[in-house]
T-cell receptor
Framework: AQSVSQHNHHVILSEAASLELGCNYS??????LFWYVQYPGQHLQLLLK??????LVKGIKGFEAEFIKSKFSFNLRKPSVQWSDTAEYFC?????????????FGKGTKLSVKP | DTGVSQNPRHKITKRGQNVTFRCDPI?????LYWYRQTLGQGPEFLTY????????KSRLLSDRFSAERPKGSFSTLEIQRTEQGDSAMYLC???????????FGPGTRLTVT
C-alpha cells in the first residue's frame, strides 16, 4: 500500500539549531514529492516540491530537501531554525505521470523552536 | 485573496443530521480535491474532480458521503446521517491539470455531538 512515514512526531529545538526531518515513502513508481507546512492557526502551505532533475530542491524560508531514490527518502533540512519555524510539517507524494494527482500524506512532525 | 476558500469554517451538528460543506477553488484550477484530517494524522484523500467530472470516489468513507461539482467551479461535500466518528477537519485543495502542486483551503472543522 502507498504510504508515507515521518519518523519524528514532535521535535523541539533551540533557535539557530539545525533541523532535519525524516520522510520515507512507499511506492514503486515515479513520484512527485512535497513538503507542506501548517503554521499555528493557518492552512497548509507548500514549502517545497520535487518532480524531476536535481534531487536537492530549495524551498521558501531557507528550507531544502533531498530526494534519495534508492532510499525512498525525501528529508527536509534547514541549517538554522528560527522561532517562526514553529509549525507542523507534512511530507506527501503523488504518483508520477498522468495520474489523478491525489496526495498521500505522512502523519506530520510538529516542530517547536524555543527562543 | 484569490486562494481556495471553504465555508463554513466550523460546523457543530448533532448525530444523525446532514451537513454540507462548500469549497471554492482558485478560479483557473480545473482539479478539485477533498481530504479529511483527524487529530494526529495527515490529510486523507477522499475524492477528486476534473472540471465537473468526479473521477475518483472509491475513497469516500461510506455511502453517507457524497460530493458534487455541478458546473466545474465550486464543489460541495455532503455527509448524511452524521456519526461522531465523522468529526474531523475537511480540507479542499485545487490544482491545474499537469501541475502537480495543490493549494489548500483553510478547512471546515466538523464536530458531531
Amino acid at each position: 500500500a502507498q504510504s508515507v512515514s515521518q519518523h519524528n512526531h514532535h521535535v523541539i529545538l533551540s533557535e539557530a539549531a539545525s533541523l532535519e526531518l525524516g520522510c520515507n515513502y512507499s511506492y514503486g513508481g515515479t513520484v512527485n514529492l512535497f513538503w507542506y507546512v501548517q503554521y499555528p492557526g493557518q492552512h497548509l502551505q507548500l514549502l517545497l516540491k520535487y518532480f524531476s532533475g536535481d534531487p536537492l530542491v530549495k524551498g521558501i524560508k531557507g528550507f531544502e530537501a533531498e530526494f534519495i531514490k534508492s532510499k525512498f527518502s525525501f528529508n527536509l533540512r534547514k541549517p538554522s531554525v528560527q522561532w517562526s519555524d514553529t509549525a507542523e510539517y507534512f511530507c506527501a507524494f503523488s504518483s508520477g505521470g498522468g495520474s489523478q494527482g491525489n496526495l498521500i500524506f505522512g502523519k506530520g512532525t510538529k516542530l517547536s523552536v524555543k527562543p | 485573496d484569490t486562494g481556495v476558500s471553504q465555508n463554513p469554517r466550523h460546523k457543530i451538528t448533532k448525530r444523525g443530521q446532514n451537513v454540507t460543506f462548500r469549497c471554492d477553488p482558485i478560479s483557473e484550477h480545473n482539479r478539485l480535491y477533498w481530504y479529511r484530517q483527524t487529530l494526529g494524522q495527515g490529510p486523507e484523500f477522499l475524492t477528486y474532480f476534473q472540471n465537473e467530472a468526479q473521477l475518483e470516489k472509491s475513497r469516500l468513507l461510506s455511502d453517507r458521503f457524497s460530493a458534487e461539482r455541478p458546473k466545474g467551479s465550486f464543489s460541495t461535500l455532503e455527509i448524511q446521517r452524521t456519526e461522531q466518528g465523522d468529526s474531523a477537519m475537511y480540507l479542499c485543495a485545487s490544482s491545474m491539470t499537469g501541475v502537480h502542486e495543490q493549494y489548500f483551503g483553510p478547512g471546515t472543522r466538523l464536530t458531531v455531538t
